[in-house]
């Protein structure tokens, strides 16, 4: 049983497309984070959240706390924005990851 | 502020070897959590340290276990390596556990 769904695994857009990453949740959390891993490894925290929507630039990420779900949208999509994109929650003690989706922007 | 730095960067071992190894959290950051990352079982959650504590634990064997110095350091050490633990061993270091996570460049340990 997994505590964080992620959808689409893999995705692929034109640059310019507006794009959606899913994330869904089973446990009770204290925040959600969406993370940015380039090839390489190295991971980037884009957002911390617990309720509402956050925007940085072109990305905005969502929040429903009652639905128990998340969303990260990516707008104006450019290849630099190609990356594995992870959901994880925290708990009051354990952190949960999702598999991550696969993002790949054609230019 | 110098980002999160994790030595070494790549290693090799043999099955039944132990192995160490480190991490440098922000200055100022008193929580360092480890994470393992396989293809097949993506990212999960080792421990969290804080205040030279371990204060909240994954779910992985006794083998993996760690410490955290008075300046925030923090080593992970898995003993009886199997090959299993081939993977990308990551620390973040945070303000407080489950805070806004700065990732280091990973360790990637090869167990042959």
């Known amino acids: 049983k997994n505590e964080v769904e992620q959808s689409p695994q893999n995705l692929t857009a034109q640059e310019g497309e507006f794009i959606t990453i899913n994330c869904s949740y089973s446990v009770g959390i204290s925040a959600l984070h969406w993370l940015q891993q380039h090839p390489g490894g190295g991971i980037v925290s884009l957002f911390m959240?617990?309720?509402g929507k956050k925007k940085h630039g072109r990305l905005i990420a969502t929040i429903n706390i009652q639905e128990k779900h998340s969303s990260l949208h990516i707008t104006a999509s450019h290849p630099r924005d190609s990356a594995v994109y992870i959901c994880?929650?925290?708990?009051?003690?354990?952190?949960?990851f999702g598999t991550g989706t696969s993002l790949t922007v054609i230019p | 502020k110098a980002g999160v730095t994790q030595t070494p960067r790549y290693l090799i071992k043999t099955r039944g070897q132990q192995v160490t190894l480190s991490c440098s959290p922000i200055s100022g950051h008193r929580s360092v959590s480890w994470y393992q990352q396989t293809p097949g079982q993506g990212l999960q959650f080792l421990f969290e340290y804080f205040s030279e504590t371990q204060r909240n634990k994954g779910n992985f064997p006794g083998r993996f276990s760690g410490r955290q110095f008075s300046n925030s350091r923090s080593e992970m050490n898995v003993s009886t390596l199997e090959l299993g633990d081939s993977a990308l061993y990551l620390c973040?270091?945070?303000?407080?556990?489950?805070?806004?996570?700065?990732f280091g460049p990973g360790t990637r340990l090869t167990v042959l």
């Open positions: 973040a270091s945070s303000l407080v556990f489950g805070g806004e996570q700065f």
């Open positions: 959240l617990s309720s």
């Open positions: 994880a929650v925290t708990t009051g003690n354990q952190f949960y």
